[in-house]
């Protein structure tokens, strides 16, 4: 999952311990969160858009994907005019604190040859949520404990 760290960074997510995803305005990382993600599941939890992007921390999915309230609040930059409380455009997860972890870099990650093939290392991907398989999770976890 990426944040811009000015926005939501691994050291906001310490501090409160759990945070609602809200801002996710991208249909096919909205239906993952719908349909994939289930509570206990593990999160990479990424910078991106700094000076320096990469995972900066483990987190963990604490809840079932719900409606997104920033999506009916007129003064929020997610406010979304075509949403509505009876047929909800956009849901969100609760995500809690597991750990920071040192940065593993944008760049490190590139470089990995066990990471070739991740969703989120292709050219063009700009999606917030991707899921990444058994294998990527096992190589990442390693290389972050």
């Given at each position: 999952m990426k944040s811009e760290p000015d926005e939501a960074s691994i050291d906001h997510l310490q501090a409160a311990g759990e945070l609602p995803w809200t801002g996710v305005r991208n249909y096919q990382a909205r239906n993952f969160m719908r349909d994939a993600m289930r509570v206990g599941d593990g999160v990479l939890f990424y910078h991106s858009s700094c000076p320096e992007p990469g995972i900066a921390g483990?987190?963990?999915?604490?809840?079932t994907a719900?409606?997104?309230?920033?999506?009916?609040?007129?003064?929020?930059?997610?406010?979304?005019?075509?949403?509505?409380?009876e047929e909800p455009r956009w849901l969100h997860v609760d995500v809690r604190f597991?750990?920071?972890?040192?940065?593993?870099?944008?760049?490190?990650?590139?470089r990995d040859p066990v990471l070739a093939?991740?969703?989120?290392?292709?050219?063009?991907n700009r999606l917030s949520i991707t899921p990444v398989t058994p294998e990527e999770w096992a190589h990442l976890h390693a290389l972050l404990t």
């Open positions: 483990l987190a963990e999915v604490s809840s719900y409606p997104d309230e920033t999506q009916f609040d007129p003064k929020s930059p997610y406010f979304d005019p075509k949403s509505n409380r597991v750990r920071k972890t040192p940065l593993l870099s944008l760049a490190a990650m590139k093939h991740m969703r989120t290392l292709q050219p063009g």
